[in-house]
């Protein structure tokens, strides 16, 4: 089945404690890209990637790594964890041809203490 | 000002009802235009893609594409309540990659029965 996988679907962590969340897709996408989700704020951009080893930033990036090492992964890092990064992620992916549509994950429902 | 904009609702409908959902966009070199609905908790969905002027039509749903106005909208006929959820309107985004993907903060619809 097709499909972007992300883990873990929930985490709580406290203020400063390094986390990995992963993303993988099995559709051979080229465009993979983050996103968190508040509300009132809608889906904001953090970081997203053309293809591997080829990362750009997005709207929100301040506080997130990323890294395309493989095509299928695009895993997202928060070095040091705020509060104010309690939220909502989604992973996604595309084809990356023009225009073509996002594939989601099912989020992954971050809580930082 | 905001470069995708929604009415965030809430927009209530009675069953069978036509929903009317409206969209308006800041830039004019925007060229592909989506519609996803989220339920609550969930990931996004697409419901509907459009990249001409004029309305396209997929089953219940018909996207209506005005570039001249900048508008992008979508309508439901025939209502359900299954339709009640969050809807997400897309546009590509005007500076950078033609790949990004811009969102608006979302309309969330009630269909009452």
């Known amino acids: 089945e097709a499909q972007v996988t992300q883990n873990p679907r929930y985490l709580i962590t406290v203020t400063g404690k390094k986390l990995t969340v992963t993303c993988s897709q099995n559709?051979?996408?080229?465009?993979m890209s983050w996103y968190r989700q508040d509300p009132g704020l809608g889906l904001r951009q953090i970081y997203y990637?053309?293809?591997?080893?080829?990362?750009d930033k997005g709207d929100v990036p301040e506080g997130y790594k990323v890294s395309r090492k493989e095509k299928r992964n695009f895993p997202l890092i928060l070095e040091s964890p705020s509060p104010n990064q309690t939220s909502l992620y989604f992973c996604?992916?595309?084809?990356?041809?023009?225009?073509?549509?996002?594939?989601f994950g099912n989020g992954t429902r971050l809580t930082v203490t | 000002q905001k470069e995708v904009e929604q009415n965030s609702g809430p927009l209530s409908v009675p069953e069978g009802a036509i929903a009317s959902l409206n969209c308006t966009y800041s830039?004019?070199?925007?060229?592909?235009f989506f519609w996803y609905r989220q339920y609550s908790g969930k990931s996004p969905e697409l419901i509907m893609f459009?990249?001409?002027?004029g309305d396209k039509e997929d089953g219940r749903f018909t996207a209506q594409l005005n570039k001249a106005s900048q508008y992008v909208s979508l309508l439901i006929r025939d209502s359900q309540p299954s339709d009640s959820a969050t809807y997400l309107c897309?546009?590509?985004?005007?500076?950078?990659?033609?790949?990004?993907?811009?969102f608006g903060s979302g309309t969330q619809l009630t269909v009452l029965p």
């Open positions: 830039d004019r070199g925007s060229q592909s």
């Open positions: 459009i990249y001409s002027n």
């Open positions: 559709m051979n996408h080229e465009y």
């Open positions: 897309a546009v590509t985004s005007p500076s950078g990659s033609a790949r990004q993907l811009t």
């Open positions: 990637s053309m293809n591997v080893e080829v990362t």
């Open positions: 996604a992916s595309s084809p990356g041809i023009l225009g073509s549509p996002l594939h």
